[in-house]
């Protein structure tokens, strides 16, 4: 059961361009929303994150876009540079059983050409 | 500079053998979580754990069992291991004060022929 729809699965843009992805969920339950980078051969670093009682929020190039009412939230990334090539996943976090987990997107691998 | 470390990068193992898996972080977190990454399923929890001892089903547990003596240890154990559970391991830990950052290790390649 997939709580987290994450869309493109893939995503190449040139250089200067600005990547969006998308990710949407149902479960209400959830109470932040974080974003990780992964480059290849590495884990997962958490890039930004956000609450659902705010609707955007920068981190120098990146901002996540937070529609409540729709259950949608986005990542942008402006003036994207060919070291922003990596995989990025969108996640949710809730409190199950005794503490907080992550549900994960499945993932959108981002391609920014030179 | 905080650390999550992975007793193997690449492993290789029999079908029906038992496997370890250890992860060690340094910083002191209460959480600790293990995940199985697949090209195209992204990353699903296996097992984690809030303090020593004490353990959580994850998503997809079947197949897994963990084992936390120490706060700054936490192991995946495949009983018998199986063809379907070559995947990318990931270890990760996270304070409960910021339980949104997790801190993953490098993750471990296992290959099960």
């Known amino acids: 059961q997939q709580q987290v729809k994450q869309s493109p699965q893939s995503l190449i843009v040139q250089k200067g361009g600005i990547p969006i992805i998308n990710c949407a969920y149902e479960?209400?339950?959830?109470?932040?929303f974080p974003w990780y980078q992964q480059f290849p051969g590495k884990g997962p670093a958490l890039l930004i994150a956000i609450r659902p009682d705010v609707s955007e929020k920068k981190e120098g190039r990146f901002t996540i876009s937070f529609n409540k009412s729709a259950k949608q939230f986005s990542l942008h990334i402006m003036d994207s540079q060919p070291g922003d090539s990596a995989t990025y996943f969108c996640a949710a976090s809730d409190f199950a059983g005794s503490n907080y987990k992550l549900t994960f997107g499945k993932g959108t691998l981002l391609t920014v050409n030179p | 500079d905080v650390k999550v470390t992975q007793s193997s990068r690449y492993l290789v193992k029999r079908t029906g053998e038992k496997v370890f898996l250890e992860c060690v972080q340094d910083?002191?977190?209460?959480?600790m979580f293990w995940y199985r990454q697949d090209p195209g399923l992204g990353l699903r929890l296996i097992y984690f754990?809030?303090?020593?001892?004490?353990?959580e089903k994850g998503d997809i547990p079947e197949g897994y069992s963990v084992s936390r003596e120490k706060k700054e240890r936490f192991s995946l154990i495949l009983e018998s291991a199986s063809t379907n559970q070559t995947s990318m391991y990931l270890c990760?830990?996270?304070?409960?004060?910021?339980?949104?950052?997790?801190?993953f290790g490098p993750g471990t390649r296992l290959t099960v022929l």
């Open positions: 754990s809030y303090d020593v001892k004490m353990k």
């Open positions: 910083m002191d977190h209460e959480n």
């Open positions: 479960n209400t339950a959830f109470d932040y």
């Open positions: 990760a830990s996270s304070l409960t004060t910021r339980f949104y950052e997790q801190f």
